[in-house]
């Protein structure tokens, strides 16, 4: 039996709700728009690599995660991750095959871990970034990249013409892969990987042993 109010009006009631109880972490005025939904979510399979899921940062009310089903995504791929109770509730609702995850971005390593998921294939971010502090949005960024393969991505959408991080200063690669003028506000969607060299000092440092550990 359908969910009872479990329509995209619903949805929109919910997030405005939200956005009004605390609009700094919200971000948006409004659910990310289709177009924009379909750019996100072609941009982030074309990013995939390997096998593992696709992870869904800030799902909100699930509009890039419906875009990404429509792409071709199994639901049961999906890692979706909120912070937010109530849009968790919305969305264990609506995607009932998909990992709902309550908790932070910055822990998204640990939260793979406890998920038994294995790496992701691609990050697809919709987290307002440039409404926290720098120290916040590298360690988001970071985490990310930590958790997807050697050449993966973060997908990320941002309102400003400018990713929303120091891409040279952190060796990253930003690429500008879309724009959606129909989104409110306009919307530009970025590839961010980490650069080759970058990349390569990352997978050195995972295999590094900690503290005591042993070279073999």
């Known amino acids: 039996m359908q969910q009872e109010?479990?329509?995209?009006g619903h949805g929109l009631a919910l997030f405005m709700r939200r956005w009004a109880s605390n609009p700094y972490r919200i971000g948006g005025i409004l659910p990310s728009a289709r177009p924009l939904a379909r750019v996100m979510a072609g941009a982030g399979v074309q990013a995939r690599r390997g096998e593992g899921p696709v992870v869904e940062l800030g799902a909100g009310t699930g509009t890039i995660t419906r875009a990404l089903i429509e792409n071709g995504v199994g639901e049961r791929e999906l890692v979706l991750i909120e912070r937010d109770r109530q849009m968790?509730?919305?969305?264990?609702q609506r995607f009932p095959r998909a990992a709902v995850v309550r908790d932070e971005a910055a822990?998204?390593?640990m939260i793979l871990a406890r998920e038994g998921a294995g790496a992701a294939s691609v990050v697809i971010s919709s987290l307002p970034l440039r409404n926290m502090g720098m120290q916040e949005r590298e360690s988001i960024v970071e985490a990310s990249l930590d958790a997807v393969p050697e050449g993966g991505a973060l997908v990320q959408y941002t309102y400003a013409r400018h990713p929303a991080v120091p891409c040279a200063r952190l060796g990253l690669e930003c690429r500008r892969v879309g724009f959606v003028a129909m989104n409110v506000p306009p919307a530009g969607v970025?590839?961010?990987t980490r650069s080759g060299?970058?990349?390569r000092l990352?997978?050195?440092a995972s295999s590094r042993p900690g503290p005591g550990g042993s070279n073999g």
């Open 202 to 204: 990352a997978a050195a």
């Open 190 to 192: 970025w590839r961010i």
């Open 5 to 8: 109010n479990a329509g995209p």
């Open 197 to 199: 060299a970058a990349s």
């Open 107 to 109: 822990r998204l390593g």
């Open 88 to 92: 968790c509730r919305w969305l264990t």
